[in-house]
């Protein structure tokens, strides 16, 4: 089976992501226990206060789980790319379960036993911790148990935002549409949850088969805080040092930005310079929000990106101008420019071999005149941009039958070889056009500005480390348009590895 192999071949990263996905659940779900019995028993025994703490851990819980990352990144000290703000949000997913079944526990203590203990002089921190919470214990295991499991869904997620995890495999996956990367990911995510079901299952039963004897477990709140607090504290020094001795190099979530980003990762790393990837963190916002507050030190964007959606200028068609203008105002928010990597990544208005050659079509002008009967597919940014759909559509007059739909950008060159839409916009050197026999139409109102591939590099680092700007400044025009396009496609169409195929190139450059 070719996910057995794929993990016989990645053993050391598949290690390093398992142990990061354990990690992410252990923490957050600790301090989600450590946070949410105290909320539970404070509820309990409160109900004026508690009806607010149960509003606010339920209405958490019912926004989806990507835009409570989108929420969280730029918020200070719990925001930003990593395991931080994963954490935050698996703890605030975590504490609903813990926070109900901890409610459900103390109140479903028999009151006569209440009433003994108070008539035997006992006060109410006593009743709390000699019979309430032991008697309890079992619901609150339970709501560990959901808890926990969750926690390993959600984590998987947290990919997308720098914190690593199994989620990595499955975001790579969906970018290649590569079904065995996406079951590396997904397979042992589930297996771990299961054993966790499994595991927190079995604890209940022996929980409740001790109380059952009369075992009562003191302190049992205080030590996980204990753990919790200290394990916390090892991720924070931890976190620290990573910061102070590596560079971090983000990436976008499609394949060419993910073999740039690793192309970056390899040129350092052949200087000696120690790397942390953070690749296929997302879209043009999220990687220029990451690299703004210090999240990440580098990653590739193309000047035209730059010009119109980021800073918002009008489309420019001279690629000097737009570069010179484009490193001007990086540099005004501290970020360095570096000269092209030698290759331009245009969007490419596509269409079906087979249609073109039916049709007669060369250029875009071409296929305005079929698009009324045809349904296009455009990516979520690509909809929205001021380089994008909005003007494409006015400047050359086009019109759809429907809405264009919208959809991943890794999907969009199957959708249109399997005839779910008739047009899209992809990417000029994606390696898919040619697999899919697909035609790209010429711009010939040259409505889209130049596309520059360059390093965007944090200016403090470059200061900080002179060695990381004489590293990168080997790569400017060492990129073309076909060494780009034949990467691509050994990634996308022959299913070989970004690493391998970054290291391949590299050593044939040199």
Not at 252 to 274: C, D, V
Not at 367 to 386: D, I, V
Request: charged share 20%.
């Amino acid at each position: 089976m070719r996910v057995f192999q794929f993990w016989a071949s990645h053993q050391a990263e598949f290690g390093a992501l398992l142990v990061q996905h354990l990690f992410l659940v252990a923490v957050s779900t600790i301090v989600a226990v450590a946070l949410g019995v105290p909320l539970g028993i404070l509820a309990a025994r409160r109900p004026r206060l508690g009806a607010p703490i149960v509003w606010l851990v339920n209405a958490a819980q019912t926004v989806p789980s990507l835009a409570m990352f989108g929420f969280l990144l730029p918020l200070p000290l719990i925001g930003g790319l990593g395991a931080r703000v994963a954490i935050t949000v698996l703890i605030v997913y975590a504490l609903l379960p813990i926070v109900r079944t901890t409610i459900a526990g103390i109140r479903s203590v028999d009151p006569a036993l209440v009433e003994a203990g108070t008539a035997l002089g006992m006060t109410p921190r006593q009743l709390l911790r000699q019979v309430q919470l032991p008697l309890a214990l079992p619901s609150i295991v339970a709501g560990i148990r959901v808890a926990a499991v969750i926690g390993v869904g959600t984590a998987t997620i947290a990919a997308a935002v720098g914190a690593g995890g199994l989620g990595e495999y499955i975001f790579r996956g969906l970018s290649m549409v590569d079904p065995t990367v996406i079951l590396a990911g997904a397979i042992p995510a589930a297996v771990l949850a299961l054993s966790l079901d499994g595991g927190l299952t079995l604890a209940e039963r022996a929980v409740r088969a001790r109380l059952s004897g009369g075992a009562r477990h003191r302190a049992w709140v205080s030590r996980l805080a204990v753990i919790a607090v200290f394990a916390g504290g090892v991720w924070v020094v931890a976190a620290s040092l990573r910061s102070e001795t590596l560079i971090r190099v983000g990436s976008k979530n499609f394949t060419e930005q993910i073999l740039l980003g690793e192309m970056l990762a390899q040129t350092l790393e052949a200087r000696g310079i120690r790397v942390e990837r953070r690749l296929n963190l997302g879209g043009t916002f999220i990687c220029d929000r990451t690299i703004r507050s210090g999240d990440i030190d580098m990653y590739v964007e193309y000047t035209g990106t730059a010009h119109t959606a980021i800073f918002r200028q009008p489309p420019d068609t001279d690629s000097r101008r737009v570069f010179d203008a484009v490193r001007r105002r990086y540099a005004d928010a501290g970020l360095t420019v570096l000269d092209p990597l030698g290759f331009e990544n245009t969007f490419a208005i596509l269409v079906r071999g087979a249609d073109a050659q039916r049709l007669g079509l060369k250029t875009i002008a071409d296929a305005s005149a079929h698009t009324s009967g045809w349904q296009a597919g455009f990516g979520y940014e690509f909809l929205q941009r001021e380089d994008g759909y909005p003007g494409l559509a006015k400047t050359y007059g086009l019109t759809f039958r429907a809405p264009p739909r919208a959809m991943d950008l890794s999907l969009i060159y199957r959708a249109l070889a399997d005839r779910q839409v008739d047009l899209v916009a992809g990417d000029a050197t994606s390696g898919l056009v040619d697999a899919y026999g697909l035609v790209m139409l010429e711009d010939n109102r040259r409505y889209f500005p130049p596309y520059d591939a360059v390093a965007l590099v944090r200016s403090a680092t470059l200061l900080a480390r002179p060695a990381v700007r004489d590293a990168l400044v080997g790569l400017s025009g060492k990129v073309s348009v076909s060494d780009m396009r034949e990467m691509n496609r050994a990634v996308d169409s022959d299913r070989r590895d970004a690493v391998d195929v970054v290291r391949a190139f590299l050593a044939r450059r040199h």
